[in-house]
C-alpha cells in the first residue's frame, strides 16, 4: 500500500487529475465557495461554480510544471488561489497551492528557499494586519493568521523535515562510502606492508645466498679445478669433474634463484625442470649410481609443476645414493592430467629413513602438496618407493 501511494504521489498527472475529480465532487455536492456580494446578479456571479472549476483546471495543469519550474509554477498557483479566494475560494484550490508551496519548498535553492519563507511570512501577517485597519475584530484577525500560519506554513515545515532528512541519509551514504574507502586504503596499506617486508627478506635472503652459500661454491668449483692437474688416478679426476661440474650447476641455480629473490628472473638461467632429468641421471651414473629412466614426461607443463617434479627426482636420487649406495634406481615419468613420477631402490641398510631423509620427504611432500598434488614415500616389497602426481593446472 505504501509503495503505491509513493509512486502515485510522484505522478504529476495522477494528482493533477485527482484534484480536479475532487474538485468537481466538490462543487456537484454544493461545496464550491460563493461569490461576493459585489457580483451577485453578474455573469461571474452567476456562473461562479464553473469560474472555480475552470480555475481549478489552470492550477492543477500548473502542477505539471512544479519540478521543472517550481517558482514559476508556485507564483502561478497562488495568484490563481487568489483569484479562486476573490470569487468565494474552494477547498480545492487551498491543496494545490500547498503542494506548489511544498515542492517549491523542498527542491529549490537555499536563496529561493529564504524569499518563499519571507513572502509567506509577509501575506500571512499583511491580512490580519489589513483586518484591523479596516476595523474588524482582533479575534477575526487572529483567526485569520491562524488560518495562514496553518494553510502556508505546513508545507515549508514539511519540506524542510523531509529535505533534512534526505540530506541526513545522504550524509550516512557518503560517511559509510568514506568509511569503506578508509577500510580499502588501510587493507592496502597493510598489504603493501607486507609486500615490502616481502621483499626485504627476499633481498636479505639473496644476499647471503651470494654473500656466503655462493662464495664457498665458488670456492669449491676453483679448489677442484687446480686439484683437478695433480690427481693421481683417472678416478680420482673423474670424481674431481663430477665435484666441480655439480659446484658450477649450483652456482647457476643459485644464481637463477637470487634473481627471482630480487624480482628478476633470468630466462636463460631459469629452474631446472624434466628436460634435464638426462643430465640429472648422467651426473648420478658418474657417481657409481645405477639409474634407468623408463617414461617421458608429458609436455607441456607448467613452470612450477615441471620444476617441481625435477626437484622431487633430484631429491630421491641423493637419497638412495646416501642409503642405498651401489643399488639400481628407476625412475619412472609420466602421466596424462599432469605427472606422475616414481623413483624406486632397495632399502638399503634401514627400513626407516634416517632424520636428513625424514627432511628430505617433508620437503619434496611440501612442494607436491603446495601445487594441489600427493607424494607418498615408504617400503614397499622390499624397495623404498617415492611416488609424487603433480596436476597439470596448478591449483
Known amino acids: 500500500m505504501g509503495r503505491r501511494l509513493r509512486a502515485w504521489t510522484e505522478d504529476d498527472r495522477a494528482v493533477a487529475g485527482t484534484l480536479v475529480v475532487l474538485g468537481v465532487a466538490l462543487a456537484m455536492i454544493g461545496l464550491a465557495g460563493r461569490p461576493p456580494r459585489a457580483l451577485a446578479g453578474t455573469v461571474v456571479g452567476e456562473y461562479a461554480v464553473w469560474w472555480h472549476l475552470l480555475i481549478l483546471g489552470c492550477a492543477a495543469t500548473a502542477l505539471l510544471a512544479k519540478r521543472r519550474h517550481p517558482v514559476a ?14 470569487l468565494g475560494g474552494g477547498i480545492v484550490i487551498f491543496v494545490v497551492l500547498f503542494d506548489a508551496l511544498y515542492t517549491a519548498a523542498l527542491i529549490t535553492s537555499p536563496v529561493a528557499r529564504r524569499r518563499i519563507v519571507w513572502t509567506v511570512a509577509v501575506v500571512a501577517v499583511a491580512g490580519p494586519v489589513l483586518m484591523l485597519a479596516t476595523g474588524s475584530e482582533p479575534r477575526a484577525a487572529i483567526v485569520t493568521f491562524l488560518q495562514a500560519v496553518a494553510i502556508y506554513g505546513t508545507p515549508l515545515w514539511w519540506a524542510s523535515d523531509v529535505r533534512q532528512r534526505t540530506e541526513l541519509a545522504e550524509l550516512e551514504r557518503e560517511r559509510a562510502d568514506l568509511a569503506q574507502a578508509v577500510a580499502a586504503d588501510a587493507m592496502r596499506i597493510a598489504e603493501l606492508d607486507r609486500e615490502s617486508a616481502v621483499r626485504e627478506e627476499r633481498a ?32 680420482d679426476r673423474d670424481t674431481l669433474r663430477t665435484v666441480r661440474a655439480g659446484a658450477l650447476e649450483a652456482l647457476a641455480e643459485m644464481r637463477s634463484m637470487i634473481l627471482v629473490l630480487r624480482g628478476r628472473p633470468d630466462p636463460v638461467t631459469a629452474p631446472a625442470g624434466l628436460a634435464r632429468l638426462d643430465a640429472l641421471v648422467a651426473a648420478a651414473r658418474s657417481t657409481g649410481q645405477e639409474v634407468v629412466v623408463v617414461g617421458a614426461a608429458p609436455s607441456p607443463l607448467p613452470a612450477a609443476t615441471d620444476q617441481a617434479a625435477f626437484r622431487i627426482v633430484q ?5 638412495a645414493a646416501r642409503h642405498a649406495p651401489g643399488a639400481a634406481v628407476e625412475v619412472t615419468v609420466g602421466g596424462r592430467d599432469g605427472v606422475e613420477v ?18 628430505g620427504l617433508l620437503t619434496m611432500r611440501e612442494r607436491a602438496e603446495a601445487l594441489g598434488g600427493t607424494l607418498v614415500a615408504g617400503p614397499s616389497e622390499g624397495r623404498w618407493v617415492v611416488r609424487a602426481s603433480l596436476p597439470r593446472v596448478v591449483s
Open 204 to 235: 636479505r635472503m639473496a644476499r647471503d645466498l651470494h654473500d656466503v652459500v655462493a662464495g664457498h661454491l665458488s670456492a669449491v668449483a676453483i679448489h677442484t679445478e687446480a686439484t683437478l692437474a695433480s690427481a693421481d688416478t683417472s678416478r
Open 315 to 319: 631429491e630421491s636420487l641423493t637419497n
Open 342 to 359: 616414481v623413483v624406486t631402490n632397495p632399502l638399503g641398510r634401514a627400513a626407516a629413513p634416517p632424520p636428513s631423509t625424514a627432511i
Open 73 to 86: 509554477t508556485l507564483v502561478v498557483v497562488a495568484a490563481l488561489a487568489a483569484l479562486d479566494g476573490y
